[in-house]
């Protein structure tokens, strides 16, 4: 072997290291992903909850026992929660 394959060698070597470098350090840890998993279920559950909420307090301010503000509040709030998810996943 000469010099100048050495020379490459070593390159080559010194390319693969930094790179598995490059990779460990943009790797994302356990906790991040949590984290991450987290976000999205809270954004997604937020506004379906709001919504119940509020449709069980519409029905009980209105005259009859229905749960109709209920189920079509949770449907929309089903609805802007996925939109979320999109936008945040989007992001």
């Keep these: 072997m000469d010099n100048r394959d050495k020379q490459k060698f ?10 598995i470098e490059e990779a ?4 994302k840890n356990i906790l991040a992903q949590t984290a991450y ?3 999205i279920g ?3 559950i937020l506004p379906v909850i709001i919504g119940a909420y509020l449709g069980v ?15 079509s509040l949770i449907i ?4 802007i929660g996925a939109v979320n998810v ?5 992001e």
């Excluded at 460990?24 to 790797?27: I, T």
């Excluded at 307090?57 to 109709?68: E, P, Q, R």
């Excluded at 929309?76 to 609805?79: C, H, K, N, P, R």
């Design 37 to 39: 998993l987290g976000t």
């Design 57 to 71: 307090w519409l029905d009980n301010k209105l005259t009859g026992f229905s749960i109709s503000w209920t189920m």
């Design 86 to 90: 999109y936008l945040f996943i989007r």
């Design 10 to 19: 070593k390159n080559s070597i010194k390319k693969a290291v930094n790179e």
């Design 24 to 27: 460990e350090k943009n790797k």
């Design 76 to 79: 929309v709030g089903v609805f």
């Design 42 to 44: 809270f954004i997604f």
